[in-house]
């Protein structure tokens, strides 16, 4: 069991940054490190999207509407997985959630394997 925790949301006027971060902790986390680890986004009336995502061998992929602009990366000595998030603008506003899954794959293209591990979220509102 992988306990997952996000922090860094907030409110950001359209062309700034926000670092998200996403903490791990619980029973299996000696394994986390060789997890696919998952960013998602969601807005009310919309499906949720996947974001990015990073594999257990520094391998990552993005979702096409945040290449270039948003950087997925890892600290494996702190657990936590961080959203460099840039250039943000009103489109980007959304319920940001943080997500692991221990099978192969990693990716949060539409259709890819589903994650297991959700974090409760944390906030992110971009303003003109």
């Known amino acids: 069991e992988v306990h997952l925790v996000e922090s860094g949301g907030g409110s950001v006027q359209a062309g700034g940054s926000l670092r998200l971060s996403c903490t791990a902790s619980g029973a299996g986390l000696r394994r986390y490190e060789s997890y696919c680890r998952g960013w998602f986004r969601q807005t009310p009336g919309k499906e949720r999207e996947g974001v990015a995502a990073?594999?257990?061998?520094?391998?990552?992929n993005y979702a096409d509407s945040v290449k270039g602009r948003f950087i997925i990366s890892n600290d494996s000595a702190k657990n936590t997985v961080f959203l460099q998030m840039n250039s943000l603008n009103n489109e980007d506003t959304g319920m940001y959630y943080c997500?692991?899954?221990?099978?192969?794959?990693?990716?949060?293209?539409?259709?890819?394997?589903?994650?297991?591990?959700w974090g409760q979220g944390t906030q992110v509102t971009v303003s003109s």
């Open positions: 990073i594999d257990f061998d520094g391998s990552t």
């Open positions: 997500a692991a899954h221990s099978g192969w794959g990693c990716s949060v293209a539409p259709g890819s394997r589903d994650f297991d591990y």
